[in-house]
C-alpha cells in the first residue's frame, strides 16, 4: 500500500530521530543499517533535502540530518510528499471504476479505515513515532536475532 519511497523515507528518518547523537549520516551507513537499496535511498534522500525535510552536507563528516522542523512533521506529510495527495484514494481491490456512486464491494469499509487511517497519520508525528519500540528493521538486528552475531545485553 505505501510506496518504497515512503518506505526508505520514514524508516531513515525514524533511524535518525533515534540517534540524536549523531547528527550526519552517511547514504551507506544508513542502507547497511536498514538492508536498503543504497542507490534507491540516496535518491530519497535528495528528495527529502528538496523539499525541506532533510539537510544534507558534502564531505567526509557530511551526509543527511533531519531538518529542523522534521520532528513535528506528520506521517500524513511524508505520505503526501512523497506518493501525493492522492495515494490513499485508490480502489482497495483495484477497480478503475470505483466511487460512491459505483462501489466495489469493499468500498464502504475501506473508506471508514482510510478516514481513521489518515486521521492516524495525521495526529502522528516523527517525534511521536520514535517513543514507539523500534522494531528490528536494520541488518545488525536481524543478524542478532538469527544467533550469527552475539550482542552483550544491557
Given at each position: 500500500?505505501?510506496?518504497?519511497?515512503?518506505?526508505?523515507?520514514?524508516?531513515?528518518?525514524?533511524?535518525?530521530?533515534?540517534?540524536?547523537?549523531?547528527?550526519?549520516?552517511?547514504?551507506?551507513?544508513?542502507?547497511?543499517?536498514?538492508d536498503?537499496?543504497?542507490?534507491?535511498?540516496?535518491?530519497?534522500?535528495?528528495?527529502?533535502?528538496?523539499?525541506?525535510?532533510?539537510?544534507?552536507?558534502?564531505?567526509?563528516?557530511?551526509?543527511?540530518?533531519?531538518?529542523?522542523d522534521?520532528?513535528?512533521?506528520s506521517?500524513?506529510?511524508f505520505?503526501?510528499a512523497?506518493?501525493?495527495?492522492?495515494?490513499?484514494?485508490p480502489?482497495?481491490?483495484?477497480?478503475?471504476?470505483?466511487?460512491?456512486?459505483n462501489?466495489?464491494?469493499?468500498?464502504?469499509?475501506?473508506?471508514?479505515?482510510?478516514?481513521?487511517?489518515?486521521?492516524?497519520?495525521?495526529?502522528?508525528?516523527?517525534?511521536?513515532?520514535?517513543?514507539?519500540a523500534?522494531p528490528?528493521?536494520?541488518?545488525?538486528?536481524?543478524?542478532?536475532?538469527?544467533?550469527?552475531?552475539?550482542?552483550?545485553?544491557?
Open positions: 500500500m505505501i510506496s518504497r519511497a515512503l518506505d526508505y523515507a520514514l524508516r531513515s528518518c525514524l533511524f535518525m530521530a533515534n540517534r540524536p547523537d549523531q547528527e550526519f549520516f552517511n547514504v551507506g551507513e544508513l542502507a547497511l543499517q536498514m536498503m537499496s543504497r542507490t534507491y535511498l540516496g535518491k530519497v534522500l535528495q528528495k527529502l533535502v528538496h523539499i525541506g525535510y532533510l539537510r544534507s552536507m558534502t564531505g567526509p563528516t557530511g551526509g543527511f540530518a533531519l531538518g529542523p522534521t520532528l513535528g512533521r506521517l500524513l506529510d505520505v503526501y512523497l506518493d501525493g495527495e492522492d495515494a490513499l484514494d480502489c482497495l481491490i483495484g477497480l478503475s471504476e470505483c466511487d460512491d456512486k462501489p466495489c464491494p469493499v468500498h464502504a469499509n475501506w473508506l471508514r479505515c482510510k478516514t481513521e487511517l489518515v486521521a492516524k497519520l495525521k495526529s502522528t508525528t516523527v517525534a511521536d513515532a520514535r517513543k514507539q523500534w528490528l528493521y536494520m541488518k545488525s538486528a536481524r543478524k542478532r536475532q538469527s544467533g550469527r552475531i552475539s550482542v552483550p545485553s544491557g
